[in-house]
């Protein structure tokens, strides 16, 4: 597609519930990213793939949440047994380089998801 | 520490008028990049202006400019001629040396009044 794709766009879970999020960057990409964003926040980082590769998941909270990319093109944010800490908006971007970071980025338009 | 601020919550400007969003940075690295990010309500982050470290003048992209001054740390938004469709979250971030992740600021929110 043209643009980066993420779904759902809302999310409502409850407390303890399983939940995936879903990534589709622009064909092509090599870097994927996700970043939690909560409310009122600039975006934090998560965890960063290079194709098929998970390069750095400095950034996950918790071994509550999990990401795959297996194909090197669609990637999934796995979070479970959900907690309130984790609402927050899911910022998926991607990018042409390889290691080249910011430049280039194109980010979705998230996916928000509140856990009640 | 906190490697990007932006200490304006909020901001009002009539339209039409300038606007100026402040961002400072800290880092270590000599070779960093910054970058600011506009978010509408709709939740997509859509990239502005870049400036990288070593570039000799301020970036400009059509309306947006950058106030680069390296020695203050400081990498502030003027965006001109304000329109209504401006309103919105702006994040200031930067990327060090040949990292490959974003520090965004905490953001600061543009009201264009008519």
């Known amino acids: 597609g043209a643009g980066v794709s993420q779904s759902p766009r809302y999310k409502v879970a409850k407390r303890g519930q399983d939940v995936a999020l879903r990534c589709d960057p622009i064909?092509?990409?090599?870097?994927l990213f996700w970043y939690q964003q909560a409310l009122g926040q600039g975006p934090e980082f998560l965890t960063y793939f290079q194709n098929e590769a998970q390069l750095d998941k400095s950034g996950l909270p918790s071994d509550r949440f999990f990401a795959e990319r297996p194909e090197g093109s669609v990637s999934t944010l796995k979070i479970q047994r959900t907690q309130q800490e984790d609402s927050a908006v899911y910022l998926c971007?991607?990018?042409?380089?390889?290691?080249?970071?910011?430049?280039?980025?194109?980010f979705g338009s998230g996916t928000r998801l509140t856990v009640v | 520490a906190q490697k990007i601020t932006q200490t304006q919550p909020g901001m009002f400007v009539q339209e039409k008028e300038a606007v100026t969003l402040d961002c400072t940075y800290d880092?270590?690295?000599?070779?960093?990049?910054l970058f600011w990010y506009k978010q509408p309500s709709s939740g997509e982050m859509i990239f502005l202006i870049y400036q990288g470290s070593y570039d000799q003048q301020n970036a400009t992209e059509g309306r947006y400019s950058l106030n680069f001054q390296k020695a203050r740390k400081s990498a502030n938004l003027v965006i001109s001629a304000s329109q209504l469709g401006d309103s919105a979250m702006y994040f200031c971030a930067m990327r060090e040396g040949d990292d490959y992740k974003l520090s965004f600021g905490a953001g600061t929110t543009v009201t264009v009044r008519a």
């Open positions: 880092t270590s690295d000599p070779s960093y990049g």
């Open positions: 064909s092509g990409h090599v870097s």
């Open positions: 971007a991607s990018s042409l380089g390889g290691t080249l970071g910011g430049y280039g980025y194109t």
